[in-house]
């Protein structure tokens, strides 16, 4: 697992559009920050899991002229398994997203919650004694 740093600055047309990838491979988004640049325009974009034509929907961002957004989503949070794409359906946004990747997130709380049960299982065969 590894934490990457996306920003916009860097991305090419083709990542804005949807049709290739911010990140390959499973991973979940756990910080984005955006904000619409020209100060007169409304902003709409789309994050995908998966390309936008067949893709699954993640999260649906509209900013008005000037505004920012910033998010602590959290680990596990929005998860993708696939490949992570923004699609920018109007307006003009600059930006970074954070996320762990090559990791797929069901996997991890499945882990964590047998780990969890174990723990608990373990405990009450203490008491018992």
């Known amino acids: 697992m590894r934490r990457v740093a996306f920003t916009l600055a860097n991305a090419t ?3 804005l559009n949807g049709t290739d990838s911010l990140v390959h491979g499973p991973g979940c988004v756990t910080w984005h920050s955006t904000v619409e640049t020209t100060g007169s325009a409304t902003a709409e974009y789309y994050l995908f899991d998966g390309n936008t034509r067949n893709g699954v929907y993640l999260a649906y961002v509209t900013l008005s002229a000037g505004q920012s957004t910033r998010d602590y989503i959290g680990l596990h949070c929005l998860p993708f398994v696939e490949s992570l794409h923004v699609n920018v359906v109007s307006g003009s946004i600059s930006g970074a997203f954070i996320a762990w990747v090559d990791h797929t997130c069901e996997h991890e709380l499945d882990l964590q ?17």
């Open 113 to 129: 919650h047998d780990l969890l049960r174990l723990q608990i299982g373990t405990d009450l065969s203490q008491l018992q004694r």
């Open 13 to 15: 047309t083709a990542q």
